[in-house]
């Protein structure tokens, strides 16, 4: 039986001579091949393992024999894992030839792997009967490692390309693309599939036919000549008008992609215009630096030494840009020594920033310069530097000095009229005080007749006038020198409205007008200075009067709001012009009425309410629809929110029948002192009268006084000194001080209290609050 040639022939059928020697023949090459080989019989069970398929399987020949291939022979996807088909199996059942794919890994019986190739061939007799088959596996360990590492330079190479942030192409001979990196994708708005094998000159609807790219890619580099920053200017199609650099390099190899043409891209449209932009800058900040009116030196940040300086610092100082270079600044007078400029140099680098004011700077004929001077830090081009402005502050620094005692000149001045308005209001409350005694005393006449009742009313009412804008004028000046202060206390607002009705009801009677008043039932507890808010109340009144024309109407309402009073003053008068309405509140201003000036006034009533409303954390607010429409005013101050917790407001003390006593009134002013006298007496006391501090001291240590009514204001000694003396006298050790005087401002009252003073009393006085204190005091010493 001859053997067929698709294959050996291992049949044991036969007993003849010549085939066994051919078997074992066959066995002894099977036995010295350096692959793994292994036979089968035709149901599958090994028949043969060479000594390589014994080492790379873990079987022994006598171990296998007769066992199934699919349990001597175990084979594994590399890459998945699984099982792979015995290709024996398949060639016992096809009847060809059968290969494995390269990611074949032999598993040993131990669990050792190695890469394999292999082919399954089956055998047949002389019939073609197939009778077994052949198993050959090659070792790919090498050739495995081999491809590993080319598919790892692969794929280093894609990854380098792929995260390239410039656009990027590898062309063959022929201009076609064999690679394109995503930028370049993402660039020119195209996809890998639409690039890859395309003719360059054929993308993005030819966009890339240009001229100088043709002369670049198929006459420079095919003669290996390389290109560097070879700009091509070109408005695509899908990005616009763009500049762009080609670098491009020839690669040579033996290798599936021979003569390679490497084409990098970058797109420099903005990069050139940035270097336009700056040459221009640098061209401005020359010009800038040229013809600047400030000073600028220009330092080497490493040296500290001056590196250029524009032509005013030149003029400024006398010097040529040559005797600058080089210098330090204090050697051009800049600091006073080399320390003081390096500790401010240190500053500079520290914080990038150093500015002085005042620095003294001589110029070449040493003269002084005062300058500001100024100094950051930036890069110039390649280089750090300092930029120091210097500026002439020589007339600034003079105007800041006459500022200054201009400023001191005005302070002076605003003292002085502030004395000024002290001493007018001292002065006018002098003659007032007599007048408005000598008034009084007139009331007291029983017989006197019509005419001369209305002669002494009007005199009441003028005095009473010139005694509200003197009472004003102090208010001014309290109010400016911030020396007004509040004696909060709880109160009812409904008292204060009271007392103010009562004080505003004469003049609003007067003018004829109707007076409505709305005021709640229940009380409105504020803390407060009552006295104020009187004021505040009696202004409102009477602006509302002296602006309504005779016969008007004004209305008073008070009412809580939530957490606030309420007090509304509207009136049916002349109104507001809209113009006006931000200067209401101010000081000195007034609205036109009339040529008369019939009601007088300084026009700074609605000053002092919104400075006592302010003092009270209030607001107050005007509103009017202009001219002939009348006005409102309101006012809103916190209400106090729970009242029972504080002390219940003074009361005043009943007072008590009259009871003579012995007072001494000492004023210069003799016709104030006289009437003053003249009512005392009236009234039944026992008076002596002096017009100077020493005939004042003199008197009391003759007359031994109960009360002493005493002007400051004397003539040799002044009243505080005459109140110290007094008091040092052991005689007059429980007498009764009373000041009357016409300096009414806080501080007055204060050194009042100090010289020994009991109470302060500013002029006009009435004389009915006088006998009232009188009484007080009395009947406080009766009881001491």
Sequence with gaps: MAPNLDGPILSEESNDLAFLEQRDLFQVALSSIGDAVITADANGHVTFLNSVAQSWTGWTQAAALGRPLETVVRIVNEVSREPVENPSTRALREGTIIKLADSSMLVSRNGVERPVGDSASPIRDRD??????????????????????????IRYAEEILATLREPFLVLNKDLRIVTSNTSFHQRFHTSEDETTGRYLY???????????????????????????????????????LRTMRLNARRFA???????????????????????????????????????????ILILDTDLGTIIDANPFICGLLGYE???????????????????????????????????????????????????EFVSNLYTMGNRRVAQCNIRDITLRCELERQAKTQAAALADLHRRKDEF?????????????????????????????LIQKEARMIIERQVGQLSHLVDDLMEVARFTTGKVKLQKLRLDMRSVLERAIESARPFIDRHGHKLSVSIPDAPIWLLADSTRLEQVVVNL??????????????????????????????????????????????????????????????????????????KHDGTVQVQSKGLGHGSEFTVRIPLLVDAAELPPAPTKSPDRPKDASRVLVVDDNVDSAEILASLLRFSGHDVRTAFSGPIALELAAEFLPEVVL??????VINGYEVA????????????????????????????????????HLVKPVDFVTVEALLTTMLKTAATE
């Excluded at 390679?260 to 700056?278: F, H, P, Y």
């Excluded at 003396?725 to 209290?753: F, H, I, W």
Aim: a negative charge; proline letters at 3%; one cysteine or more.
């Design 421 to 449: 308005l002290a001493m007018l209001s001292h002065e006018l409350r002098n003659p007032l005080s007599p007048i408005l005694n000598a008034v009084y005393l007139l009331r007291t006449q029983g017989n006197e007749s």
């Design 541 to 614: 009144l009477n602006n509302a009067a002296k602006y309504t024309e005779g016969k008007g109407e004004i209305w008073l309402e008070t009412r809580s709001d939530g957490k606030q009073m309420v007090l509304t003053v509207r009136d049916t008068g002349i109104g507001i012009d809209l113009e006006q309405f931000p200067d209401v509140f101010d000081l000195f201003t007034q609205a036109t009425r009339s040529l008369d000036r019939s009601d007088g006034g300084l026009g700074i009533g609605l000053a002092l309410v919104q400075r006592l409303v302010e």
């Design 710 to 715: 005493l002007d400051i204001g004397l003539p």
């Design 253 to 295: 190899s033996n290798s599936e992609y021979p003569n390679l043409i490497l084409l990098a891209i970058r797109d420099v449209t903005k990069e050139n215009s940035a270097e336009v932009a700056l040459q221009e800058s640098e061209l401005r900040f020359r010009r800038l630096f040229q013809t600047a009116k400030d000073g």
């Design 202 to 240: 054929e993308l993005g609807n030819r966009q890339w036919d240009l001229p100088e790219l043709r002369t670049l890619l198929e006459a420079a580099i095919p003669k290996s000549i390389n290109v560097d920053e070879f700009e091509v200017t070109h408005d695509f199609p899908a990005i616009g």
């Design 321 to 371: 840009v040559e005797d600058f270079l080089g210098k330090e600044l204090w050697e051009i007078g800049l600091f006073r020594d080399r320390d003081a400029n390096r500790e401010a140099y240190r500053e500079l680098r520290t914080i990038g920033y150093v500015r002085y004011e005042h620095l003294p700077l001589k110029t070449k004929k040493g003269a002084v310069v005062e300058v």
């Design 128 to 153: 073609g009967k197939i009778v077994g088959v052949v198993l050959i596996f090659l070792d790919c360990t090498d050739r495995r490692r081999d491809e590993h590492v080319s598919r790892d330079k």
């Design 724 to 759: 110290r003396r007094l008091r040092q006298n052991p005689r007059l050790k429980g007498v009764k001080l009373l000041a009357m005087t016409g300096y009414g401002s806080e501080t007055d009252r204060q050194l009042a209290m100090e010289a020994g003073f009991d109470k």
